[in-house]
């Protein structure tokens, strides 16, 4: 199994510009997890989706971010406009039912905006 | 308002000594996890608790959930440089609308000199 698969690793693009963030999860994970790491506020949960459905996105920043869950194998997190204060590392993880399972998260992505 | 509190935040120490993380709420968890992160790289699931006064060991790592399930602890026994990491608490929530999700604490960085 290759895990959770993030792209791009790095990004690094200016302010106002659309980023895209990408996530393979693992097959037959049911939830699907995206969350927002920083020195600062450590681990922050932006938005969840079980079985592709969006559950709870009361952690999305602002109407900038958006997130989708088009099919079982691939979910995407856009943020339009970026700003500075964006930049993060942004981490997927799936888990197969529940939390008792454990997460299994990505690589992460590291989004710096200047 | 943090809802789990980790201490120390950050611990020090020579090869061969013995440490103790704590993770501490005021609410009830029906699961607590503990991760260990390596720089450039996901939290790493280490174990998950779910019955209070629970106490299960990895090797030289020995973690407890607290009798009311509000706290934690990880006992990690003769340190080797290859511990040293980020660990984090994470709670599942008991009941409510936050089933399938985590709250994470803001992490010990442990570093364990040779």
């Known amino acids: 199994d290759a895990g959770v698969i993030q792209s791009p690793r790095h990004e690094v693009t200016e302010m106002g510009q659309e980023v895209t963030l990408r996530c393979k999860p693992i097959?037959?994970?049911?939830?699907l997890f995206w969350y927002r790491q920083t020195m600062m506020r450590g681990l922050e949960l932006l938005i969840y989706?079980?079985?592709?459905?969006?559950?709870?996105d009361s952690g999305m920043p602002e109407d900038r971010f958006s997130a989708k869950m088009p099919n079982a194998s691939f979910s995407t997190l856009k943020i339009q406009p970026s700003e500075p204060r964006d930049s993060a590392v942004y981490f997927c993880?799936?888990?197969?039912?529940?939390?008792?399972?454990?997460?299994?998260f990505g690589s992460g992505t590291r989004l710096t905006v200047v | 308002t943090q809802l789990l509190e980790q201490s120390p935040q950050f611990l020090s120490i020579q090869e061969g000594e013995n440490l103790t993380v704590y993770c501490n709420s005021s609410?009830?968890?029906?699961?607590l996890q503990w991760y260990r992160q390596e720089p450039g790289e996901g939290p790493v699931l280490l174990v998950t608790?779910?019955?209070?006064?629970e106490v299960k060991k990895l090797k030289r790592l020995t973690f407890q959930f607290g009798d009311a399930r509000k706290d934690s602890s990880l006992h990690i026994t003769a340190a080797q440089p290859g511990d040293t990491g980020l660990y984090l608490c994470?709670?599942?929530?008991?009941?409510?609308?936050?089933?399938?999700?985590?709250?994470f604490g803001q992490g010990t960085i442990l570093t364990v000199h040779p």
């Open positions: 989706f079980n079985n592709n459905v969006p559950i709870d």
């Open positions: 609410s009830v968890f029906s699961s």
């Open positions: 994470a709670g599942a929530r008991a009941g409510g609308t936050s089933y399938g999700k985590l709250t």
């Open positions: 608790v779910v019955t209070g006064g």
């Open positions: 097959s037959g994970h049911d939830y």
């Open positions: 993880a799936t888990s197969p039912r529940t939390e008792i399972y454990g997460y299994t």
